[in-house]
């Protein structure tokens, strides 16, 4: 059975996860603490720390490089999903390149400012430590005074999918392809600590993002 490692609030996982619910296949999910990269690292043969990684009977899968999609690629050949039809290729490619810099980047520092509700106890010096090494000392606190302009600039980036959506159910196609995955997943984190609502302005997202929560393979058989 396919295995997936995370933990439950990251953007990238949440990507994967909602994929493999997607498409129907049994799989397991295996959490680990933030703070303890031990199992990715044994599997992995001490080339990779970060989550998501995949494990399939003998596959170990994870990222090679910051814009690789390996996960999903692998899980898109192996379930026959049609996440990466060649007729978008390069547009699926600017497209993530832009939900997981520019989307992702506002949303999990929004979500980060509650992180004392989602880290336990044991893991919260490696949180702090991890955070303030990448982003500066104080940067949690910094995110909890810039959230209402993060909030409006939130709301700016996502305007050209509230567009994407007015005359499709998803965002490229009458069915999700793999950036309506992505998009799911910096969504999913950027919500998942349960203090914000869904941006208002953008209705057409909102009832997309329903859809996304929802949809399933066999529902889509037949649909361009
Ligand atoms: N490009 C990678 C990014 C993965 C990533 O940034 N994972 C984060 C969690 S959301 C992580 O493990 N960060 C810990 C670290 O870098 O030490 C992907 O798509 O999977």
């Excluded at 007015?166 to 950027?190: A, E, S, T």
């Amino acid at each position: 059975m396919i295995e997936l490692i995370q933990f439950p609030w990251s953007p990238f996982c949440i990507v994967q996860r909602r994929i493999l619910e997607f498409s129907g296949a049994k799989f397991k999910i295996i959490n680990i603490p933030n703070g303890d990269r031990t199992l990715v690292w044994r599997l992995t043969k001490q080339r990779y720390y970060q989550v998501p990684v995949i494990r399939d009977g003998k596959a170990v899968i994870f990222e090679v490089g910051e814009d690789s999609q390996v996960v999903a690629k692998y899980l898109d050949t192996k379930l026959k999903l049609g996440l990466f039809p060649w007729e978008l290729e390069g547009v699926q490619s600017i497209i993530w390149r832009y939900i997981e810099g520019q989307i992702e980047d506002i949303g999990f520092r929004l979500n980060d400012i509650y992180w004392k509700e989602m880290v336990p106890t044991s893991d919260r010096l490696g949180f702090v430590r991890h955070k303030e090494r990448k982003f500066g000392r104080g940067c949690l606190d910094q995110w909890r005074r810039q959230q209402k302009e993060m909030l409006v600039q939130l709301d700016q980036r996502l305007v050209p999918f509230e567009e994407m959506l007015m005359r499709k159910p998803f965002l490229l196609d009458q069915r999700p392809r793999f950036v309506d995955f992505d998009l799911y997943g910096m969504l999913g984190d950027f919500l998942y600590s349960g203090h914000y609502r869904f941006p208002a302005a953008h209705t057409r997202l909102r009832d997309w993002y329903q859809r996304m929560h929802r949809v399933r393979l066999e529902a889509t058989a037949g649909k361009k």
